[in-house]
Structure formats: structure tokens, C-alpha cells
């Protein structure tokens, strides 16, 4: 792309403007380093302005591996004979809170599979614990489908924040990703109920995912324009073993980076992750995606018996710095490019008005 076009379109969009489709469409096929880096910086420029350099530490407990659920890309698949599965209790789930609060952490994110065992009361019943002995704490949610009433529940016992990725938003391609039972209409009505009752909600895609076109990313970023996500997850697809894409190859770390930094200069005030799955397949991922725009890691503060068994895809990252017990390494790494851990609980802050007027 001709660096006139590029800027142009870049200034459109830090501006608070959307694009037209084949806009998107020449980003996000940009194939010169040149036009990529530049955009990158750009998108690093606009965090710093927002954020300035320090990136929110997020504490992930993973309580189950059970699922209801058959995605078929997913390791925790219900059919999946080789998971391992185990479930946490209540007050092991406050221990790894008390460990993550003596830690530094300031927001716990309670993340598992659909497991029915996990149900609404029981999940309520956390939070309000939870909230009782840590009630200056953030708690977010990602626990799945659920009916609004039981959203009502959790906001009612003091949960802050809900995740939840709309995966794709094409229907049909969200059907060859799912089991029939499951439909992208739900998942997105789900997402809607969440943001309209107040949670502070994530949404997000895989990048890469078995049959995904451009087009379906383009999808996912206008899905994500209607939404208004306060948080915003895209990894790449990994296969997973023992499903039935275990054999598709991963998707592009580069294409991965290079949506964070579009997606940083369209929802300038948006929390965006450098993902788990993105530092699991390229040893630099979590470094680039914070230098192309993202601002939130979610070191993992599940007790250590588990970490291996919460297998959503192959070679999943639970140690080292992806290790809530492990802070000084991620320091060590974001000091190396010129960041810093920011403790505090990072809530959304909406700034850019004018990126909801322009629309
Ligand atoms: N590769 C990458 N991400 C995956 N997820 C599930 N399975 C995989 C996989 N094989 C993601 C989904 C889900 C989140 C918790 O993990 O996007 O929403
Ligand atoms: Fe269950 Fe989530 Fe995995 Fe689907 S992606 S099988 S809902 S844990």
C-alpha cells in the first residue's frame, strides 16, 4: 500500500472513523514490512497517549475443565477422551484469590468450561465470597452461556467484567466451528444481554481459525463496531489435540499482531490482551502484541496441579511469564521494551467520545 493510502486510512481510523470494507480489506492484506511497522507504531503511539507505558496484570484462576460444550477446535471439548478434567472448589478457588491478592493483583479473572457442576447459584456464591473478603478487587467472568437472569445474578453479587468471544461472526462459519446445538445468534444475544446489564464485557475472535477468510475478520471488526466491547481477546487459532482439527495448521502470528494494532486504533480505550495463545506459539508474541497496541496480560494463578490439565489447545504457556507466581520475568520483559506492570485494576475508562459520535 502506498504510504499516502496507509496514513490516510490510518488517520481516518484514529480519528474515530470506521472504513469501508475494502479498506479493511487492503490493512489487513498489507503484505510490505514497512506499511505493517508503520501501522504498528501508530497503534503503539495511540495506547501510549491513552495508557501511557504500563500494562494491567490480570490473575486467571481456571476453575474447571468440564464442559458441556463440543467446539471443535477446543481441548476441553465434551467428546474429548484425552482431557484431563478436574474442577475447583470454592474455597480452592479463594486460596488461589489470597495468593494472587498477596501478589499484587487487583482483578481475578474466573474463567472454565460450561460445567454444569459450576452452576448459576454456585457461581454467585463465589463471586459474593469473593467480593466479601476482596471487595476493592475486580472479578471477571468467563464461564459461557448462561441466561440473563444468572448475568443478573452475578452482576447482583458483585462480579465487574464478563468474557465472552463471539469466536466469528459469520453464521455459517461459526456453524462448521460449533456443534449444531450451539448458534452464533445466541452467542452475540448473550453479549448484548451482558453489556446491557453493565458488565464491563470482552468479546473477541481467534485469528486463523479452520476456514476463515479476511472477510470473516472484516465481519468480526464491524461485529465488534456494533458491539463496543470494553475488552477485546483475538489469539490464534492453535489445534488442540483429540479434536477433530487437531490436524489444521495454527494461525498467523503476524496476522494476529497486525489485527491488535487495528483494532487498537479503532477502540482507542478498549483493554486488549496480550494473549495466552499468541506467547504460547511465537517465543516474542506477548512483547509484540504490547508493542503493537495491546495493554493487559492475564498471568495464570490456577494452582499448579491443574495448569497442565487445562488443555484448550497444545503447548498451552503456564509457566515462566504466563506465571502469576512468576511477576519479576514479565517485568524483566516489559521493561526490555520499554513498559511496566501497572497494578491497579484497570477498569474501563471511556476518552474517545468522538469515536462513538463518528461512527
Ligand atoms: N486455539 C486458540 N484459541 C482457542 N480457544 C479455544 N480453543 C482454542 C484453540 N484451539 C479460545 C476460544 C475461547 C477462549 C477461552 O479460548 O476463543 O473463547
Ligand atoms: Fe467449552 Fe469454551 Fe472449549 Fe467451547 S471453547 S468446548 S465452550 S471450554
Redo the contacts with the bound molecule.
Sequence with gaps: MSNVNLLNLIDKLSGGYSIERNEWRSLLTMGDEESRMMLMQRAAEVKELRFGRGVFVRGLIEISSY?????N??????ANREARRYRLSKEQILDCCREGASLGFNTFVLQ???DPAQNDAWMADVVRSIKKEFPQKAVTLSV?ERSTEAYRMFLDAGADRYLLRHETRDDEHYARL?PSAMSAAERRHCLFTLKRLGFQTGSGMMIGSPWQTIDNIIDDILFLEELNPQMIGTGPFIPASGTPMADFPPGSPDLTILVVSLLRLRFPDALIPATTALASLHPEGMEQAVLAGANVVMPNLSPFRVREMYS?YNNKKSYGSESAQNLIELENKLKAIGHYIDYGRGDYVEHSKTSEANV
Excluded: A, D, K, Q
Excluded at 67 to 71: D, P
Design positions: 464442559c458441556r460444550n463440543n467446539c477446535y477446543c481441548g476441553l471439548r465434551c472454565g468450561g460450561e459461557g460449533h484448550i
